[in-house]
């Protein structure tokens, strides 16, 4: 962030990584080379504190998914806090993030869901 003087107020660095993924001939390629995704479903969730979730219990999590040999973890079904992400690129976890358009409640009536709807057309 620069004022009007051209002075620096603020910088926010953020960790960036380009990967090329492909599938080719059935098979996962990241940066060519092939990969078997072994996953886990993850909710943002702690026993006591509910959706807020302590940077020590992200730790533990992340921790637990690598010692029982996960290379992949999906986040259900909304983002998670940025702290997640950093830890699963410090430890070595493909993320699969969705998108927030969960229609729980709606029941399932195509007519009624996202899908159905122009503003999600293209």
Request: net charge negative; charged share 30%; hydrophobic share 40%.
């Amino acid at each position: 962030l620069i004022d009007d003087n051209d002075d620096v107020l603020e910088v926010i660095r953020v960790r960036v990584g380009l990967r090329e993924v492909e599938v080719r001939h059935g098979r996962l390629l990241i940066n060519g080379r092939q990969v078997t995704l072994r996953g886990v479903n993850h909710h943002e969730h702690d026993e006591k504190l509910g959706h807020v979730t302590p940077l020590d219990v992200m730790v533990k999590d992340v921790i637990l998914m690598k010692k029982f040999n996960f290379n992949a973890v999906r986040l259900s079904h909304y983002p998670h806090d940025e702290a997640f992400y950093s830890l699963c690129d410090e430890l070595g976890l493909y993320v699969i993030d969705e998108a927030n358009i969960e229609t729980h409640g709606m029941g399932f009536y195509p007519s009624k869901t996202l899908a159905a709807q122009a503003d999600w057309e293209e």
